[in-house]
């Protein structure tokens, strides 16, 4: 199998081509629409009419290189931590650019079977992720500038702060309108997104954030997307030397987790799943650990409820 391997940052592509006879060959580009079309014209040169590409969740730089190649290749899109492990696993030492590339060529020929192949967000969805984006920049922009305040004595510089705190509040209100306004546009996503607020503890922004990603991953199980926002127990346990408690994995989407803490936080104190948190009480579990417990049981509830198109329903979930 032939695999095309690029390590991306802002101004530059390093593709490094892992041929199914073993032979590699490497090429730098920038990153852009004609670099791109360098990487194509290369690898047909070289006779390549089939191979997977992949490559890391770099921030926005892997974007408009996973939307361009997929629709000629099957692309994957790998985080970070995978291939740092990987490279600790087989004790690589080496850090360039056309290293790296390497690097995630061989480990998409080892797991691509094992992968989700990339599929490119449709253009509303792609705006959805931006406002989602933009809102919580927004909202840590106002608790920086509140705290700013707080320290501050002179006058000047309070009303300075309190200028930044009524933009930024008005641009956060006018952010949220537009995520609204885009979702009630959509006559299906507009009920997914209803259906999704009547879970205890989900509010608009949270909502959004959910539909944002079951929409644009192919999610075939609830604990899969569970594993994707990174809410799945990592369990250390090996004869009767080692035996850790269990800890939340490193993977998984850090925004959707976060965006789960509050809304778990509001369940907890409304009492919204008693069994659950019953039993965890009774084996004498921490808060913290039952408040993640909760953030699992919603992720999973809002699978079901997205896949299913029916509200929150009290009596199947235990609410009290």
């Known amino acids: ?22 032979l590699k060959q490497h090429i ?9 079309g360098q990487i194509q014209k290369w690898l047909k040169a070289n006779r390549i009419r089939k191979t997977i590409v992949a490559m890391e969740a770099t921030g926005i730089y892997y ?3 996973a939307r361009h ?6 692309v994957y899109v790998i985080n970070p931590l995978r291939i740092k492990e990987y490279a600790r696993s087989q004790f690589k030492h080496t850090k360039t650019d056309k290293a790296d590339a390497a690097l995630i060529a061989e480990y998409a020929k080892r797991h691509h079977d094992v992968m989700q ?12 992720s931006k406002l989602i984006s933009l809102l919580q920049q927004l909202k840590a922009q106002l608790t920086e500038a509140k705290n700013r305040k707080h320290a501050s004595q002179d006058e000047f510089v309070i009303s300075t702060h309190e200028a930044t705190i009524l933009l930024v509040s008005s641009q956060i209100t006018a952010t949220a309108n537009e995520i609204d306004k885009l979702i009630t546009q959509q006559n299906t996503v507009k009920a997914h997104y209803t259906n999704l607020q009547t879970i205890p503890g989900i509010g608009r922004e949270t909502a959004a954030t959910l539909l944002r990603y079951l929409q644009d991953k192919p999610f ?9 926002a990174g809410l799945s127990p990592k369990i250390e346990s090996s004869g ?13 989407h850090k925004r959707l987790k976060r965006s789960l803490f509050m809304p778990a936080l509001v369940a907890y104190r409304i009492g919204a799943f008693p069994q659950l948190v019953s039993n965890l009480q009774k084996s004498k579990k921490p808060k913290m650990v039952i408040i993640v417990a909760i953030m699992r049981k919603l992720a999973k509830i809002a ?3 997205y896949k299913s198109g029916q509200p929150f329903d009290r009596t199947r979930h235990q609410m009290a």
Do not use: C, W
């Open 303 to 305: 699978y079901y409820i």
């Open 240 to 252: 009767t030397s080692v035996k850790k408690h269990g800890r939340l994995s490193r993977y998984g």
């Open 117 to 128: 192949p990339y599929t490119p967000p449709t253009a509303e969805n792609r705006y959805l």
């Open 69 to 74: 190649l997929s629709m000629q290749y099957p």
């Open 28 to 36: 730098k580009v920038e990153n852009n629409k004609d670099g791109l």
């Open 63 to 65: 974007e408009n290189a």
């Open 1 to 22: 199998m032939n695999t095309l391997g690029l390590d991306i940052s802002k101004d530059t592509i390093d593709a490094v081509l892992d041929k199914k006879d073993g």
């Open 220 to 228: 075939q199980t609830a604990n899969q997307f569970i594993s994707f």
